[in-house]
């Protein structure tokens, strides 16, 4: 009996998963799709933001908040240090939207 339940749990569960993966694939079909739109229509603008400075507590926060105060999406964030200087370079790639006017 007990091997019975547990394999009807785990089924029960897998399919609740399998079903949620659907579910997520479905919304990010729609999210490639007004992607593709907002290029085609030339409302979505790309940006690759280059910052260069001395290593410090919260440099990374700090910018992004600042992407988000613009209303900028971070798509991508890189840093990197040298080895012989005390400068980090961070790197973001972010998209906006254009509002027309």
Not at 43 to 64: D, E, Q, R, V, Y
Not at 80 to 88: K, L
């Amino acid at each position: 009996f007990s091997l019975r339940f547990t394999i009807n749990y785990f089924k029960k569960k897998t399919m609740e998963d399998l079903k949620a993966t659907e579910a997520m694939q479905a919304m990010a079909g729609d999210v490639d799709f007004k992607l593709m739109e907002g290029i085609i229509e030339g409302s979505a603008i790309f940006f690759c933001i280059n910052t260069t400075c001395h290593g410090a507590w919260g440099t990374l926060p700090k910018l992004m908040k600042a992407l988000f105060d613009l209303q900028l999406e971070a798509i991508d964030h890189r840093s990197w240090s040298s080895r012989y200087e005390d400068t980090v370079v961070d790197e973001v790639y972010c998209k906006g939207d254009v509002k027309g006017g």
